[in-house]
């Protein structure tokens, strides 16, 4: 069974905190994908990374880091120095590697981030 | 152009309308998606367009009928609707394959938001 679990359902910080987003995922593929997507309250989802399972190296972008262990089944995102245009849901997601069902996106159930000025 | 447009905004049926969401993309992109939203619950896909051509149904009741007219447009065609299926309707894009060996991100539209009476 493929499965992604964002155990943390709301959070709120103050503005310029760090904030980490946890993701821990089940899947007995060796080779998937992992993604987040921020959904601010216009709803469009936003996409901001993708990953595949051979590729644990960290990334930074600005203020946004992403942390792949595979050992752990975990991809957490963390926002430094958070600021309110961060309020969003967040989503963590896994697409499976075959071309018959890599579009079949299983998203997370979102952790919904608010920060407060 | 990077945008997903997605008409009406807002939309209010009764049980027995029909009445259509419209999805539209200018990217060049040859796979067009419908995911539902429910609120504060992850997007759930619902079918998956490929080169104009249906991929996959998620075993989507009948009185939710996709279709593809050309490479740049999506419609959803409502008929018979039922109050549990109101929600946010999401339509996204993406090109089709893999890209260093990573699926393309999906762009999102903003919704349709749909309350049946």
């Known amino acids: 069974a493929q499965k992604v679990t964002q155990a943390q359902t709301e959070i709120s910080v103050v503005e310029k905190e760090d904030v980490t987003l946890d993701c821990v995922y089940e899947?007995?593929?060796?080779?998937?994908?992992l993604f987040w997507y921020k959904q601010p309250p216009s709803g469009e989802l936003v996409f901001l990374i993708r990953r595949n399972s051979f590729d644990e190296q960290n990334e930074i972008s600005g203020r946004y880091s992403w942390n792949f262990q595979k050992s752990t089944s975990s991809f957490n995102f963390t926002i430094t120095a958070s600021q309110v245009v961060d309020s969003a849901v967040y989503f963590c997601?896994?697409?499976?590697?075959?071309?018959?069902?890599?579009?079949?996106?299983?998203f997370g159930p979102g952790t919904s981030l608010s920060v407060i000025p | 152009d990077t945008e997903v447009t997605q008409t009406p905004k807002h939309l209010v049926m009764g049980m027995t309308n029909k009445k259509s969401l419209k999805c539209e993309q200018h990217?060049?992109?040859?796979?067009m998606y419908w995911y539902k939203q429910k609120a504060k619950k992850p997007p759930e896909l619902m079918f998956v367009?490929?080169?104009?051509?249906?991929?996959i149904n998620e075993s989507v009741p009948s009185r939710f009928s996709p279709e593809c007219p050309n490479s740049s447009l999506l419609n959803l065609h409502l008929h018979a609707l039922q109050p549990e299926d109101s929600a946010l309707y999401l339509c996204?894009?993406?090109?089709?394959?893999?890209?260093?060996?990573?699926?393309?991100?999906?762009?999102f539209g903003p919704g349709t938001r749909l309350t049946v009476t």
């Open positions: 997601a896994l697409r499976p590697w075959m071309k018959t069902s890599y579009d079949k996106v299983i």
């Open positions: 899947t007995r593929d060796t080779t998937y994908y």
């Open positions: 996204a894009s993406s090109q089709e394959g893999l890209a260093g060996g990573l699926p393309y991100e999906q762009y």
């Open positions: 367009y490929s080169y104009e051509k249906l991929s």
């Open positions: 990217m060049g992109h040859r796979a």
